[in-house]
């Protein structure tokens, strides 16, 4: 729906500004607080080092055995003249790493020196006495690869895109999950008033017809027509209904069933005109709704009827720990390209029309609904002759039954009613 989609699409773009925004600040705080601790470490690494040779040039010795700590290479000892009187190996030969000197009153400070063509240097300027013509002691290093590069800034600004991407992403998805049923509801209306349109006009057609003309009308027919087009509107109604139960209300606690026995008696309670034939393989026992089951067992069994020629063949059996019921008839069968559209809700073939015009399009999508809601599948699959319908539930395993138990009688006794329900208050489904 488009009003939903632009809901998507606004929570989506919402969340990706604010996570832009974030991870920008994020991502700068970072760059900042990685730099400054680099920064802070070779400082403090170089200020050892220039205190150490301080310390030595005021007792007088040279300062060659001074230790050179961590990362700092570059040492020198600069007289008030600029000159170079000692150096680090790393530094000798070079000139003045500074030409700052610090004052008597603030003898050690931090500096940034930048060459042409060079990288930077961090360093420490140490004076090392307040005397007019004290030498100063510069220790220090080549600015780190961290440093002199924007590697960080790069990869700081690869992980935030990353995050924004990721996080729209799974917004995107998140909305549209909750907002999938809210979809699912809107077009299930929009469709549905729109299939009530033609049963409501027709039944209006019929009633001011009635009106106009009462001496060309048979109220007996008027009346008649108009219960049919009522019948077909509460069927529409409680098919919708039955869908909208399936898709949004809390499922009944699952109980064991024999699904075999199930579908026997079922084919037992309805045998009409058109013979059915049930093969049963053993003992097939799912966990699951029996309402629901012998909803989808009936309607599958009056569809099968409905297209049959000759008779009708139901199995029940089990392969991959799944129960297996095949409900399969000798009619003319399902195109293969029209083996998925008719799970579409008011989708009815041709046939399904000339053989039942009063059906509502909507039985198939609520069966589907009802293997979903077991954990299962109900497909069309190949047929030598006719529609063979497969339903696929996930077997109930012995050990957590406890051993096989019989159907619980409250449920025997409800049986008449679900049947009496599914015969009068839904429509059988159509191909």
């Not at 049963?280 to 099968?304: E, F, I, K, P």
Request: glycine residues 10%; charged residues 25%.
């Amino acid at each position: 729906m488009p009003f939903l989609r632009s809901i998507q699409k606004r929570y989506t773009t919402a969340v990706a500004v604010l996570s832009l925004l974030f991870t920008v600040l994020g991502g700068v705080s970072l760059d900042l607080a990685i730099r400054y601790r680099v920064e802070d470490r070779v400082f403090f690494d170089a200020e050892q080092v220039a205190a150490l040779w301080s310390a030595q040039v005021r007792n007088g010795t040279l300062p060659r055995t001074a230790p050179v700590a961590g990362t700092v290479d570059l040492v020198q000892l600069v007289d008030a003249r600029g000159r170079v009187v000692d150096a680090s190996p790393a530094a000798t030969g070079r000139p003045p790493l500074s030409g700052f000197r610090p004052g008597p009153d603030d003898r050690l400070q931090r500096r940034v020196e930048c060459g042409p063509g060079e990288r930077c240097v961090l360093l420490m300027a140490n004076r090392v006495s307040p005397a007019p013509d004290a030498p100063v002691v510069y220790a220090g290093t080549a600015e780190p690869p961290l440093l002199a590069t924007h590697h960080l800034e790069y990869l700081i600004a690869g992980a935030a895109l990353l995050i924004v991407l990721l996080g729209s992403r799974l917004t995107w998805w998140i909305t549209g999950r909750t907002l999938r049923p809210m979809e699912q509801q809107f077009r299930l209306a929009s469709v549905t008033s729109h299939e009530l349109r033609t049963p409501i006009a027709g039944l209006r057609v019929q009633l001011e017809e009635a009106l106009l003309y009462p001496d060309h009308v048979d109220p007996r027919d008027t009346i008649r027509g108009a219960l049919s087009a009522t019948g077909r509107l509460e069927a529409i109604v409680q098919d919708v209904l039955a869908m909208a139960g399936l898709r949004g209300a809390r499922p009944a606690p699952p109980e064991p069933i024999d699904l075999g026995a199930l579908v026997t008696e079922e084919v037992k309670a309805h045998p009409g005109r058109t013979p059915v034939e049930v093969r049963t393989t053993g003992d097939v026992w799912v966990h699951g709704s029996r309402v629901q089951l012998v909803r989808l067992v009936n309607n599958l069994l009056s569809n099968a009827r409905r297209h049959a020629v000759t008779g009708v063949t139901v199995e029940v059996g089990s392969a991959g720990g799944q129960a297996v019921v095949t409900v399969s008839d000798d009619g003319n069968g399902i195109a293969p390209d029209d083996r998925e559209r008719v799970f579409d809700r008011f989708t009815r073939l041709d046939e399904g029309r000339r053989r039942d015009a009063g059906g509502t399009g909507l039985g198939l999508a609520i069966s589907r609904d009802i293997a979903r809601a077991h954990r299962g599948t109900l497909r069309v699959e190949d047929s030598p002759r006719g529609a063979r319908f497969v339903l696929r539930v996930p077997l109930m395993h012995r050990n957590a039954m406890g051993g096989l138990p019989p159907t619980p009688e409250p449920s025997r006794k409800i049986l008449k009613k679900i049947r009496e329900r599914c015969r009068y208050g839904v429509v059988p489904f159509e191909e």
